[in-house]
Structure formats: structure tokens, C-alpha cells
């Protein structure tokens, strides 16, 4: 049985992003062709802050989670960080990733045991929690220890989040 312990919580500043996004739901997923497209490109962006790969998910909206349905389409994005926009190449885009308050958690093993640190998140850490969902983008890092297909692969999933009212 997976065991998850209680994510940190940090407020995290802007950051500045760049690479590429795709439109897809849960049942049409698109993220073996966003990324199939953008590694091979990442080291094309200059001005990088390091190797981390940050793949982002911007839903329309909050009600996302609360009336999930796998077929309501969300944006996601294959990004790294920069410290400037000076220099985009033209197959990128950039993003503003915008900061605030934010539970971390960690996820070990393969992709296919996400859904189960997501029902953990929004069944049992959230209900018991001071925090409620923010209305910004979520993203993950898949930094060094990040390895595809491995069971010891880890990604560190930030979730936004404000106190309840």
C-alpha cells in the first residue's frame, strides 16, 4: 500500500518558463507528443537556470477537481526556467508561472501511480488541512532523480494552495 506524508508548505516567487504547451483531457492525452516534440528542442533555449524540466497544468478552472470529468480539456506545458525572455526560439512559447502559497509533494515510482497521490491530495490531505485549492497553475519538476519508466523515478508536484476562509 502507498503511503504519502504531508507535503511542505512553501511560497514560491514568479518564475519565468519557457517551451511548449498542448490542449488535452485525461482520455485524450497528449503529453508523449508534447514532450516527443520538446526535449529534443530544450537545449535550444538560452538562458536557462538549470536542468529541470517543468511540466505544467493550467485548468479553466478551479471547479476542475471538485467536477472532474476526464474529458474536460486543460493546458499543459513541457517548460525549463530562464532568467530572461530575452531569446525564445520560435517553435517556444513563454509562461509566467505565477507564485504564492504551495503544498510539495513528493511522487515516487511510475506514472501510472499518480491517480493514486492525487486521490490522496484532494480525498484525504485536503479535507484535513487548513488549505483550500488556489486558482493557478499546478506544476511538477522532474529534476535529476526524475528517470521515465523507473520505479524509483521521483517528481516533485506543487499543488497551489490559500488558507481556507
Given amino acids: 500500500?502507498?503511503?504519502?506524508?504531508?507535503?511542505?508548505?512553501?511560497?514560491?516567487?514568479?518564475?519565468?518558463?519557457v517551451g511548449q504547451s498542448v490542449e488535452m483531457s485525461l482520455l485524450e492525452n497528449k503529453t508523449f507528443e508534447l514532450f516527443s516534440s520538446f526535449m529534443p528542442n530544450r537545449r535550444q533555449i538560452p538562458n536557462t537556470v538549470d536542468t529541470?524540466?517543468?511540466?505544467?497544468?493550467?485548468?479553466?478552472?478551479?471547479?476542475?477537481?471538485?467536477?472532474?470529468?476526464p474529458n474536460t480539456t486543460f493546458e499543459k506545458w513541457?517548460?525549463?526556467?530562464?532568467s530572461d525572455y530575452e531569446s525564445i526560439p520560435e517553435t517556444m512559447t513563454s509562461y509566467n508561472l505565477r507564485g504564492g502559497l504551495y503544498a510539495v509533494f513528493m511522487h515516487k515510482g511510475l506514472a501510472e501511480a499518480f491517480p493514486k497521490l492525487m486521490q490522496f491530495i484532494f480525498g484525504e490531505w485536503f479535507p484535513k488541512s487548513e488549505y483550500v485549492l488556489?486558482?493557478?497553475?499546478?506544476f511538477h519538476v522532474l529534476g535529476d532523480n526524475y528517470k521515465k519508466d523507473s520505479p524509483d523515478s521521483e517528481e516533485t508536484v506543487y499543488i497551489p494552495i490559500r488558507?481556507?476562509?
Avoid at 52 to 69: G, K, P, R, T, W
Avoid at 134 to 138: E, F, K, L, P, V
Wanted: hydrophobic share 40%.
Fill in 78 to 82: 513541457a517548460t525549463v526556467e530562464v
Fill in 52 to 69: 529541470a524540466i517543468y511540466e505544467v497544468l493550467v485548468y479553466d478552472s478551479i471547479n476542475y477537481f471538485s467536477q472532474f470529468n
Fill in 1 to 17: 500500500m502507498d503511503t504519502y506524508s504531508a507535503p511542505k508548505i512553501i511560497t514560491l516567487q514568479d518564475k519565468k518558463l
Fill in 163 to 165: 488558507i481556507k476562509e
Fill in 134 to 138: 488556489d486558482d493557478r497553475a499546478h
